[in-house]
């Protein structure tokens, strides 16, 4: 095995990465960790293509997402992010990088307590494996 090379700015992130919860995407079940499946839950829209359903999510929390994501991924596979069409600002690093492609015209429907809204889904250009970091340096 060839050890993976992780930079010093890199691995000082990695440090002070706060521990995320994992679920899996249904619907029914909650977005965001720090609220419950009663305040914020994901309706529709993970059927594919791709099949999302059942698919490993980390879970952030509603108004307070750390900075960095990072994450060890065991076998190649393709990262999927789901991006709030709320947010009026898209992160640089999801649209200015050529990592992450808009699957135009998919979106998965969330209930947030009496307002509904869309996530747009984005996948990763190349299969991902090893270490990967999502956010401000990635």
Known sequence: RVPLKIHKEQ????????RLQIGHL????????NLSSDTAKFVGGL??????RGQPYLMLPYQQAPP???FHV???????????????????WLSASKRFSNKEGMFV???????SYTMAVYKS??????CVILGTTS
């Open 11 to 18: 691995f000082l992130q990695i440090n002070d990465a706060v």
């Open 109 to 115: 429907q969330v209930q947030h307590n009496t307002e």
């Open 125 to 130: 250009t190349t299969q991902q494996q090893g």
């Open 68 to 70: 960095i994501v990072a």
């Open 74 to 92: 065991q076998r190649a596979c393709f990262i999927y992010v789901l991006r709030d069409t709320r947010m009026t600002k898209q992160a640089k």
């Open 47 to 52: 059927d594919g293509p791709p099949d999302l």
């Open 26 to 33: 249904d619907v029914g079940k909650a977005v965001y960790s």
